[in-house]
């Protein structure tokens, strides 16, 4: 464990206030997952609907921390090399052609060093110095593919990689591991097992309507009580993508921008687009009307 964290972070409380600093409002669950993530260490799997804060999580660990995010995006088809490191070709070539022109010799010991990596992601947070531990948030680990996640393996368990070329690189300060999934499909027993796990769901009203107000500061109780409320009906409705907290802040970015304080079935279904992103969400809400999606609310 980092002297560094321990120093920082003595308790699940302490945790807590500097999220909420900061503006990110975790629930008792989250907070305790995350702080066991940080002590024990160990990587933390978060999972749950896109949009509830999984990425979100990780970017406030590191502002608490003050250490840096290092984001490894995953997709299908991604492999180790784009996510752990490469080598410099155009630097090599160039050493080799100097080394000619001067009539020296260049051996492959000196072309496959430090001096020619270069550091992706995973390899980046292994070697970041410290004292703080760098944050690596592997985003949507459900979209890369079993040999991915094979690869992974070795990090999580050990916080080191190995290099053919350099040998086994292990970090000193190891960093904190955060990975996300939209359970697009199962991942396996043997990353799971290497890891915390959290879902995150959806929040409650009362904490969405805080959340949204702290987010985009201005908005009055009536306004975030009346998207709660819209929001609320959304989910209980077959939609292909339910909002989540992001569509929900981006909802009242948009009505703020419009000078919206009461919303009306009229402002509601011309900025639907902020909320649902499917064409067929949208078509299902105006087949009930807008009237609909702001009946019922409670100032």
């Not at 660990?61 to 299908?76: F, M, N």
């Not at 080799?96 to 270069?118: K, M, T, V």
């Not at 944050?135 to 999580?156: G, M």
Request: include cysteine; hydrophobic fraction near 45%; charged fraction near 25%.
């Amino acid at each position: 464990m980092s002297e560094y964290v321990e120093r920082a972070l003595p308790g699940v409380g302490s945790l807590r206030a500097a999220l909420d600093a900061l503006g990110y409002l975790a629930d008792d669950g989250l907070v305790t997952a995350l702080f066991l993530a940080l002590r024990l260490p160990q990587p933390l799997l978060l999972e749950g609907e896109a949009g509830v804060g999984k990425t979100e999580a990780a970017k406030s660990v590191a502002a608490v921390l003050g250490s840096p995010l290092i984001r490894l995006q995953c997709y299908d088809g991604l492999d180790a090399a784009e996510a752990l490191y490469e080598w410099n070709h155009p630097r090599q070539l160039l050493a080799i052609r100097l080394a000619e022109a001067r009539h020296e010799q260049i051996g492959e010991d000196d072309l496959f060093s430090e001096a020619y990596l270069l550091r992706r992601p995973v390899l980046a947070a292994l070697s970041h110095p410290g004292p703080a531990p760098a944050v690596l948030l592997i985003d949507e680990i459900d979209r890369a593919d079993d040999d991915f996640e094979a690869f992974l393996l070795e990090v999580l368990a050990e916080a080191a990689v190995t290099i053919p070329e350099l040998g086994t690189v292990r970090a000193e300060v190891p960093p904190v591991v955060l990975l996300t999934s939209n359970r697009t499909r199962d991942l396996h027993d043997a990353l799971k097992r290497r890891c915390l796990y959290h879902w995150i769901d959806y929040p409650e009203t009362e904490r969405l309507i805080e959340i949204v107000r702290r987010r985009v500061p201005g908005t009055s109780r009536e306004l975030a009580v009346a998207v709660a409320a819209a929001v609320r009906r959304l989910r209980a409705l077959e939609l292909q993508k339910a909002p989540g907290i992001a569509e929900t802040i981006d909802w009242i970015s948009a009505l703020r921008l419009l000078g919206v304080d009461v919303l009306d079935a009229g402002v509601a279904g011309s900025t639907l687009g902020s909320l649902l992103k499917y064409r067929e969400d949208q078509e299902s809400v105006r087949e009930r009307g807008p009237e609909w999606l702001v009946a019922g609310h409670r100032p």
